[in-house]
């Protein structure tokens, strides 16, 4: 029955032809995203939209010889995802594969010699996005179009303006957004690794205009998960120390987590004056390792302080997020030590004195 429902798609797809007048010049290539931020499909509706039945199946009909064509490179690149064979609720679907195999190859077809248009990846609301962040637009921009030119294997179009529909984004997303695409920016300052600028094109979807208000929602936490998760793999380890002198090397562990060697500073700055610590330059942290490194610490004064330590570039840039060094000084000063000791002996020695005395008498009065 699989290959008899497979062989009627295949006659379907490549039946639609497209006519020779159009009631619209311009077909939208445009969805939801259907996959969570580490790939996995949410649900199956994208392999139904692909069907001669479905909204992105009826899109390929309504082409024309005169088509201009607006494409979202975030949702093709789930389709080619699904095309190579995709699992939902934990099952391979190979019937959707072959759908999306066979919708990418007739979108090809139809597309040829036609304009092609790309949208910023993920379709975000362009203004939107304009207005939290120039440079992250121009980046989805620029992902957008390479993406297609991959695909198409020609030239592109690629300009503002052809987006459709405006974000209901809240305030408190926004604000979400924002810090993410903040940590991810610096983190790329420290390390190339192609996840970091992967995520921050998904972030992107979180702008997408045709989210409904719980997949706002959705996406904003997800993003907010993947860049705890990817900012955490190059960190400070916090901890408790106790410290019994005046000056020594506190044993600090560093974690690079990353398929990339760094070299950072560590910014060292207690919160009061009962320690003293400078911050190290150039410490190399290799790909994929858990350094440790013996920091001197001067005490002043006893008592508990806390020492943020964050991974900063040379130029200052904050690196991932802030750990806290909790320390517990109980350290004697040196004159009070001095004068204890000396007391001490006085007292011993006095002690003695008196003794000697003691045993001198009791023998005279024998």
């Known amino acids: ?39 996995n499909f949410r649900d199956n509706k994208l392999a139904l939209s692909l069907t ?66 790309a949208l910023p990846y993920g379709n975000p609301d362009a203004s939107l996005a304009r207005s939290l962040s120039r440079s992250e637009l121009t980046l989805y921009s620029e992902l957008g179009r390479s993406k297609l030119e991959e695909f198409f294997g020609r030239a592109v179009i690629s300009q503002n303006g052809w987006g459709k529909g405006k974000s209901q984004l809240s305030s408190e997303f926004k604000a979400l957004y924002k810090s993410n695409r903040f940590q991810l920016a610096n983190l790329a300052r420290a390390i190339s690794a192609e996840e970091i600028p992967l995520l921050r094109a998904r972030l992107g979807r979180i702008l997408n205009p045709d989210l409904s208000s719980q997949d706002r929602a959705y996406f904003s936490y997800q993003g907010r998960d993947a860049t705890n998760n990817i900012v955490k793999k190059l960190r400070v380890v916090s901890g408790r120390y106790q410290l019994t002198s005046e000056t020594v090397k506190v044993p600090l562990t560093i974690i690079n987590d990353f398929e990339t060697d760094t070299v950072l500073t560590l910014s060292l700055l207690p919160m009061n004056y009962r320690i003293q610590v400078e911050s190290l330059y150039d410490i190399v942290i290799p790909a994929k390792s858990r350094i440790q490194i013996a920091v001197p610490f001067m005490v002043i004064a006893s008592g508990s302080t806390v ?10 840039v904050s690196i991932g997020a802030l750990s806290k060094l909790s320390l517990s000084m109980t350290v004697i000063d040196s004159r009070v030590a001095w004068f204890t000791t000396g007391a001490g002996v006085i007292l011993f020695l006095a002690a003695a004195t008196q003794t000697a005395r003691r045993i001198r008498r009791s023998r005279r009065e024998k």
């Open 1 to 39: 029955m699989k290959k008899v429902a497979l062989l009627l798609l295949t006659l379907t797809f490549f039946l639609i032809t497209p006519p020779v007048h159009a009631a619209t010049p311009v077909v939208r290539i445009t969805d939801i995203p259907h996959t969570d931020f580490q790939g």
């Open 52 to 117: 001669p039945d479905g909204e992105l199946g009826k899109a390929l009909a309504r082409a024309s010889t005169t088509t201009t064509w607006v494409i979202d490179a975030a949702l093709l690149d789930e389709i080619i995802d699904m095309s190579d064979g995709y699992q939902y609720l934990g099952k391979e679907d190979p019937i959707g594969a072959n759908v999306a195999l066979l919708w990418l190859q007739q979108l090809k077809v139809l597309t040829e010699g036609a304009p092609v248009v």
């Open 307 to 316: 020492v943020e330590a964050q991974l900063m570039t040379a130029e200052g």
